[in-house]
């Protein structure tokens, strides 16, 4: 048998019961904070059957549309004090923050982590804090370093300012393979699959993305982008590094039919083709890879559509024109008449499983991932005393064994403790005055034991 302490307060004043009851050993410790200049955070759990596999380094996508008022109300109005940790609240983990807007409570954030298709995985999101600065997009946890794993090119399209300015549209990989717009104008800025993305004419508007010997990519590739087409009738070139049949490099597009390509070229052409066309007005998601020797392949929404394994080259040519979004040959060719999102490149040949968990993370974000409540620091033990605000209404949900230390609850609110509070000195609450009361509610077996 051990003893229990049951707080009761009224008009602030705390009132001690002691009762006997049985009590289970506890063996618990405080859990880890990223930073204690950081007020709050909130977790996301990854939905492990929305994995295809365990994939390691992989870009997810963030939508903080998806997160609380809480969390809006308290973030820095640029998003610049978010910070990402692993499941432990301590590790942290590359991020970029895209956009945030803090009317409208519209952002997007990629950060980098080890995902399970066994259990469900966890991250922290750290946020309010006001002295906080951006990281610079080399430092270590900066956007840079999010894609790392093979990305050479990442273009997320949220660009305003895109009237033809050179490097205006901005790779988020390491390269700087920056692009600039052909013939566009503020108004080819739209509502796209994630935030924003590119309205291209079928007719001279493109995004040159240069010759820089990054993208002069000759062995395994994997290129990928979000479309819709205005019309299906004519033949929409989405990603090309590619011109005529002895000037030929690889190409990614929709025929006259809506049917979607993909070929890599060497003395010959590899190519693969899907079976239906897609219907105009709609956004898919596209993926070619080519793995040297072996296969060149097509997806079509996160699935293999077709693949070609015949005279597979074990090189690509190298072609002489740089690589084009929404066009081909310089904007000479063939140019996509519809609305371009997320496109990327890669000079390594993407799994079947980091595909189809790519889709399904950018197509429904929120389905991907669940999204717990938002945390208050002063809700979580650390070390050494606690100090817990009663007006961050705390639900103290975990074991916690202080060590030999103090806790003690203060302000004006609701704390709510159904887990084990062991091994302290003191444990005391006091609200602001006899008009503002602290309430402590003890539930399902929880509370202060020693």
């Keep these: 048998m051990k003893w229990k302490l049951a707080l009761f307060v009224v008009l602030g004043v705390v009132f001690v019961s002691i009762f006997l009851i049985n009590l289970n050993s506890v063996n618990a410790s405080g859990e880890q904070w990223y930073n204690n200049s950081w007020q709050y955070r909130i977790n996301i759990t ?21 997160l609380s008022s809480g969390f809006h109300s308290n973030v820095n109005s640029t998003g610049k004090d978010i910070r990402i940790t692993t499941s432990d609240g301590a590790t942290e983990v590359p991020r970029e923050v895209v956009f945030y807007n803090s009317t409208t409570d519209k952002g997007e954030v990629w950060f980098k982590g080890n995902i399970s298709n066994v259990t469900e995985t966890i991250f922290y999101i750290y946020y309010g804090n006001p002295s906080a600065s951006d990281y610079a997009v080399a430092d270590t946890y900066g ?68 010759n820089t010997s990054s993208l002069a990519i000759t062995g395994a590739i994997t290129v990928s982008a979000w479309t819709r087409l205005n019309t299906a009738s004519a033949i929409n070139d989405i990603f090309t590094r590619d011109l005529s049949s002895s000037d030929r490099g690889w190409r990614m597009g929709n025929e006259a039919d809506g049917t979607g390509f993909f070929y890599v070229a060497s003395t010959a052409t590899t190519r693969v083709q899907a079976s239906s066309p897609v219907a105009a007005n709609s956004f898919v998601y596209w993926t070619g890879t080519y793995s040297p020797s ?42 996509l008449n519809g609305t371009i999102d997320e496109a990327r490149i890669s000079n390594v040949t993407r799994t079947t499983e980091w595909i189809a968990t790519e889709y399904n993370n950018q197509n429904s974000s929120a389905t991907f991932y669940s999204v717990g409540e938002s945390q208050p620091v002063s809700c979580t033990y650390i ?37 084990n509070i062991t091994n302290f000195v003191k444990a005391s609450v006091q609200g602001t005055d006899s008009s503002n009361i602290c309430t402590v509610r003890v539930l399902n077996g929880g509370g202060f034991k020693d």
């Design 383 to 419: 070390s050494g005393n606690w100090a817990i605000s009663c007006s961050d209404s705390c639900n103290i949900t975990s074991n916690v064994n202080l060590g030999g230390n103090n806790v003690s609850i203060t302000g004006t609110g609701t704390t709510t403790i159904t887990g």
């Design 46 to 66: 990854i939905n492990n059957s929305k994995v295809l596999a365990n994939l390691t380094d992989f870009p997810i996508y963030l939508n903080l549309s998806n």
């Design 294 to 335: 072996t296969y060149v392949r097509l997806y079509y929404n996160g699935t293999l559509v077709n693949e070609n394994t015949a005279s597979v080259p074990a090189s690509q040519r190298l072609s002489t024109v740089g690589t084009d979004l929404g066009s081909r040959g310089n904007g000479v060719l063939d140019s």
């Design 143 to 210: 956007r840079n370093a999010v894609w790392s794993n093979g990305y050479v090119a990442v273009y997320h399209l949220n660009e305003a300012d895109i009237d033809g300015g050179s490097g205006d549209i901005k790779d988020s990989t390491f390269f700087s393979n920056n692009g600039t717009t052909q013939s566009m104008e503020t108004a080819d800025s739209v509502s796209a699959k994630i935030e924003q993305g590119f309205s291209l004419d079928g007719e001279n508007e493109f995004v040159d993305l240069g």
